[in-house]
């Protein structure tokens, strides 16, 4: 009878491990795309000539983006629990015109790093969340009746949900969106050198990306 067990039991182990092992433990890297939606809403206060001079708007820029992501994961029987770092170009502008003034503010890149706890509902696929923190470099110009430029990168905190799976035990594909809402930005204006007013700047995104992933 002990005998006959064995085997039985070797085999249920062996089912066992198999299921939860492994494409999703250790560490992975990969490569990104998709796009990406900014939103900021805009309130000018003026100073010196412009002084008591106040204005809000809002606007948006959009575009593709694409990088790098890396990281390290465990699963512990279906739940996973990952860190991650990632690093992103941009082709995201927006030119608007008003009163002999075009502003164009463009997103040039940004990298971050975040947690992602999951879950394996089934073998070889990961349905994750994520929080971390993010950082975006921005760049504004003016052009006509005020010239001159600016950058700032504001940092914030990113959320989001995604699901991957692993075709192989070394090859993954992922489905992933990102909420990202920033801290504040003010920018100052100058004319001919002087202050005329001081933008705060409330950014906030939404990205969406395609990743494959080589999994170590």
Known sequence: M???????????ASIFSSAYAAPFNGWYAGVQGGYEDYHASDKFTGAGILSGLSA?????????????YGGYGRTFERF?????AQGDLAD????TSSSGITSEVKHTYSYGL????????????????????????????????LTGSTSATPSGIDTGL???YAFTPNLSARLDWTYA???????TTTLNGANIGTDKISPDSNTFRIGIAYNF
Request: glycine share 14%; aromatic share 10%; proline share 4%.
């Open 56 to 68: 809000s708007t809002s606007g948006s820029l959009s575009g593709a983006v694409g990088g790098i």
């Open 92 to 95: 995201t502008s927006e030119s």
């Open 114 to 145: 975040s947690v992602r706890p999951g879950f394996e509902p089934i073998d070889n696929l990961l349905i994750y969340t994520r929080l971390g923190w993010i950082a975006s470099h921005f760049e504004q110009s003016y052009s006509g009746l």
């Open 181 to 187: 809402n920033y801290q504040d930005v003010n920018i």
């Open 2 to 12: 002990i005998k006959s067990l064995i085997p039985a039991v070797l085999l249920g």
């Open 162 to 164: 995604g699901v991957e």
């Open 80 to 84: 996973y629990l990952g860190i991650e």
